[in-house]
């Protein structure tokens, strides 16, 4: 199945068939989901070994008519483009800087069927930080040398009685990371193989004892600045609100 056919599948979640209906002559909400792709996919840029920055904050500009359309779907549209927009960036290997919004916005100048999309990625200073998964909890690495073991004085404790006291050490200057076994009684894995020193690319497995502990590299930033300018026919998609704003 193709990425449009997910979105109109998707989409067809959101709006039953006798809806759908009231679309013919304007903007269909599949050709918005096409448009944001279309937008993320222009936009990205690489700005890391391996790592794909993409926008994260949208502006969708419709006509009146086609704005008053999209308002009677609620909140229901927001939730399936900015899920559309999340899997469509995770198919491609794309990172954001911060949150994604999405507003949409009516442009008297723009005449019926017809959008425009603007896009930009969240304001503040884009760094990469390096992290451990381990048990389900992240980790930041905050230092250029972490030890993790079951020790206490370890900077990473861990509750496994297969690991030493200090069983690896993970080294971390920014850009890059590699893994050290602390001579350790039983041994470290990389990726199933076992290693004493080794170069530690994003997303792979360390495991010590019955320990799993993936290393990613993270995109850092602040959210982006709500707008000052906002009218009141201006509505704004947040993620961390699950809906529409007015």
């Known amino acids: 199945m193709g990425l449009l056919d997910s979105f109109e599948k998707g989409l067809e979640r959101a709006v039953n068939s006798a809806f ?117 909890q992240r980790h930041p690495l905050v230092k250029s040398r972490t030890v993790i073991g079951r020790g206490s004085d370890a900077d990473i404790t861990i509750s496994d009685a297969g690991t030493s006291r200090k069983h690896v050490e993970i080294l971390w200057d920014g850009e890059r990371a590699m893994v050290r076994d602390m001579n350790s009684t039983n041994g470290t894995l990389l990726d199933g193989r076992k290693v004493t020193e080794a170069a530690l690319p994003p997303d792979s497995t360390v495991t010590i004892g019955r320990t799993r502990i993936v290393f990613r590299v993270v995109a850092q930033a602040a959210p982006p600045r709500p707008s000052t300018q906002a009218s009141d026919v201006t509505r704004v998609f947040d993620t961390r609100q699950g809906g529409f704003q007015p």
């Open 20 to 136: 759908a209906k009231t679309f013919r002559s304007g903007i269909q909400p599949v050709e918005i989901a096409s448009a944001l792709r279309s937008e993320l996919d222009k936009k990205a840029a690489v700005v890391s070994r391996d790592r794909i920055l993409a926008p994260n904050t949208f502006t969708v500009r419709l006509a009146p008519t086609d704005d008053e359309r999209m308002r009677t779907i609620g909140p229901a549209l927001g939730d399936e483009l900015d899920t559309l927009v999340q899997k469509h960036a995770k198919a491609q290997g794309y990172s954001f800087a911060g949150p994604v919004s999405i507003t949409l916005v009516r442009d008297e100048q723009l005449s019926t069927g017809t959008l425009r999309v603007e896009s930009s990625t969240a304001q503040g200073t884009v760094a990469w930080r390096g992290v451990v998964d381990i048990d389900g």
